[in-house]
């Protein structure tokens, strides 16, 4: 980590003489990670791309993007380090709906096997590339013996693991992350299939990471915010002003 805070470009703070303009931050302190904005306005705050509600593309984009940072942060929030698959045998399952079931299903049968205490857990599903139908991803975050898995299951095949493949000292926090960038694949896929209007994936309720919102006059007082919050330095910063044609609001992120 840096001894001091990383250079954060605002290049946006001189339209701060507006008393009711300034930067908000949301962190997300289970989660280790942050992002925030410029709002020019406290009376409206835009927080989605501009222009992405008449280009269906660009809001197909954006809507992944949400969907990708959440499921991250609720990954990271309840350390999900281990990564399952659900296959059905035979022809297959091809309706979302009857999906959702057997999914909701295979969840309540696990959490009985193991004493019936509340579980964290998030599930994404995919299509087959043939015409077998859709499989699960899921990912939890401790030991489960896998003929729990197998019983609670019961059609077909399963398979989990906890990520290894990192490097040397890395702790739960990372093996959390890559958990949720495997997971996140498989959400961004889901934004070019239809889906009948259900959600992309699911996550057990309960577990949603605490949020605390930010404010001040400057990224950099944010950052400062966030520092004394967690400790620490953060690892990473990514800033809209580096990015080449961005088209929403100032804004920074920090893990």
């Given at each position: ?18 008393p009711d303009a300034g930067w ?116 939890v975050g401790r030991y489960i ?111």
């Amino acid at each position: 980590m840096s001894a001091a805070p990383p250079h954060i470009p605002c290049p946006s703070l001189r339209r701060l003489a507006r008393p009711d303009a300034g930067w908000s931050l949301s962190l997300y302190p289970q989660a280790g990670e942050g992002g925030g904005s410029f709002t020019a306005s406290g009376r409206r705050h835009y927080s989605g791309i501009r222009g992405a509600a008449s280009d269906p593309e660009r809001a197909r984009v954006e809507a992944g993007r949400r969907a990708r940072s959440k499921l991250r942060r609720y990954c990271a929030s309840n350390r999900l380090n281990r990564l399952g698959t659900l296959t059905y045998r035979g022809q297959g399952c091809h309706d979302p709906g009857e999906l959702r079931l057997h999914v909701a299903s295979f969840f309540k049968a696990l959490r009985a096997s193991l004493g019936g205490r509340p579980l964290p857990y998030v599930w994404v599903p995919e299509w087959h590339k043939t015409d077998h139908g859709m499989h699960v991803h899921f990912a939890v975050g401790r030991y489960i013996r896998r003929s729990l898995i197998e019983a609670a299951w019961g059609r077909g095949f399963v398979s989990i693991k906890q990520l290894g493949d990192l490097p040397a000292g890395a702790t739960s926090w990372h093996e959390t992350r890559a958990a949720a960038g495997y997971l996140a694949k498989y959400v961004s896929k889901t934004f070019d299939e239809d889906w009948g209007g259900l959600h992309r994936d699911e996550v057990a309720q309960g577990f949603q990471p605490q949020r605390l919102r930010l404010a001040g006059v400057s990224a950099r007082e944010l950052l400062a915010q966030a520092v004394d919050i967690m400790g620490s330095q953060p690892e990473r910063s990514w800033s809209s002003a580096d990015q080449d044609g961005w088209q929403g609001p100032p804004a920074v992120w920090f893990a």
